[in-house]
């Protein structure tokens, strides 16, 4: 018998789609001739005293496997780095796992809660991963249509609406990737309230708390009775522009963390030691970077906002994050044709909001994670290209 891959293949993964985000990433690294606001990835080098950690352990030869969950010593600064930045309190012992990333913080949890059936509300729109993940874990992936109306902040209202017999987990991926929105301490206190009356687990993606501008990033771990149902999945990508080190952590009770380490035992074993102490160096001094690129960061979203608005796109000042979410639908494009024009007759390259989630259609992520010279670069072609419409 001849072999036929197609029938070797699993259904649930054949049937998921690439990730729209990643399509554009290929494409800049193809086309040197591209201006691209398309990746959340910021565009500091990771801070030296930092670096010089990695390499340090390194040079001393500690390259050996550490405990599943992490060095004790990194979590016991990830504990401290939570309490001094936003008030949590997680014991490094038994609340805490130092993961592969942010990612593998969102795998870890949604597997450990998630049974066959299981519903999952996704405030849309919101990052790719959210709905393949809670898929292949075998639940059912339900979105939460956000509006532009205030700013795509989920309410009260439409987590209520929302909620079913079937529902088991609620993702809370504030502040968004990628509107930009963040919800603030009265948003979480009438979310809690809905919650409170139900049995419904939160994955809460603070991956940018550290990136809100105005008021301090609130956890809806923080507030009464959340804690207890709450997996908050964090790490170093954006916060310190440690990306390609792929550290990340989730904070829980230990009746999650006992079940997330088992996941995590088997199909990772550790986190990179040598970027585990480098993450520790962060947490202990990495302060001063924070609020340094915190500072460029509003510079650059208050510089693109105000091109944007300049050149008759429409957008809303972000209140956290690295991403402005522009409105495209007064130019009579939809915006998978509108950013695919506009990446094949002037090459300036953003993501398509329908990228992110039905609601996001007619809109485009634009990332101000670049300099100024970069920003302003990209905001010439996107000008030229809408006076061709």
């Known amino acids: 018998m001849k072999f036929d891959p197609t029938k070797s293949l699993s259904a649930t993964i054949t049937e998921i789609k690439p ?7 290929e494409i800049l690294n193809e086309r040197k001739d591209v201006i691209g606001l398309t990746v959340g990835q910021p565009d500091f080098v990771t801070p030296w005293h930092i670096r010089d950690a990695g390499i340090r352990s390194l040079q001393e030869g500690l390259t050996y496997y550490s405990a599943n969950n ?3 010593e990194m979590r016991q600064e990830i504990a401290k780095y939570q309490k001094r930045r936003f008030g949590l309190d997680y014991d490094p012992a038994k609340e805490i ?5 942010g990612s593998e913080a969102i795998d870890i949890a949604m597997r450990a809660v998630i049974e066959h059936g299981d519903e999952v509300l996704i405030p849309e729109p919101s990052f790719v991963c959210y709905s393949p993940i809670a898929t292949l874990a075998g639940g059912v992936a339900v979105p939460i249509a956000l509006s532009p109306d205030n700013g795509f902040r989920l309410t009260a209202e439409q987590l209520k609406a929302a909620i079913t017999e079937k529902t088991k987990l609620l993702v809370l991926p504030f502040p968004n990737n ?8 009265e948003d979480l206190e009438a979310i809690a309230e809905v919650i409170r009356e139900t049995n419904i687990c939160i994955l809460s993606d603070e991956i940018y708390a550290e990136l809100t ?11 009464p009775g959340m804690r207890e149902r709450t997996i908050i999945a964090n790490g170093f990508s954006k916060a310190y522009a440690m990306t390609g080190w792929r550290m990340g952590y989730t904070l829980a009770p230990d009746y999650f963390t006992v079940q997330m380490g088992k996941i995590h035992q088997y199909a990772i074993m550790c986190a990179p030691t040598t970027s585990q102490y480098a993450a520790i160096e962060a947490l202990k001094n990495g302060d001063p970077d924070i609020e340094y690129m ?15 608005n300049r050149i008759g796109i429409d957008t809303f000042l972000p209140d956290g994050a690295f991403y402005v979410f522009a409105d495209l639908r007064k130019f009579g494009l939809d915006d998978e044709t509108f950013c695919q024009r506009l990446l094949d007759e002037k090459g300036c390259a953003i993501v398509p909001g329908s990228a992110f989630g039905e609601s996001g259609k007619g809109f485009a992520r634009i ?3 670049y300099s100024p010279k ?4 990209a905001i010439e072609r996107i000008e030229a290209f809408i006076k061709t419409l």
Not at 97 to 101: A, K, M, Y
Not at 294 to 308: M, P
Not at 374 to 377: A, Q, R, V, W
């Open 19 to 25: 990730s729209g985000i990643r399509k554009f990433f």
């Open 70 to 72: 992490g060095m004790i």
């Open 97 to 101: 796992i130092v993961t592969v990333g």
């Open 178 to 185: 990628p509107t930009g929105s963040v919800l603030r301490l």
């Open 213 to 223: 501008y105005g008021e301090k990033h609130v956890s809806i771990a923080s507030l």
């Open 294 to 308: 915190k500072g460029e960061y509003e510079a650059r979203r208050n510089l693109i906002v105000s091109e944007l």
């Open 367 to 369: 990332s101000y994670a």
């Open 374 to 377: 970069h920003i302003n670069k």
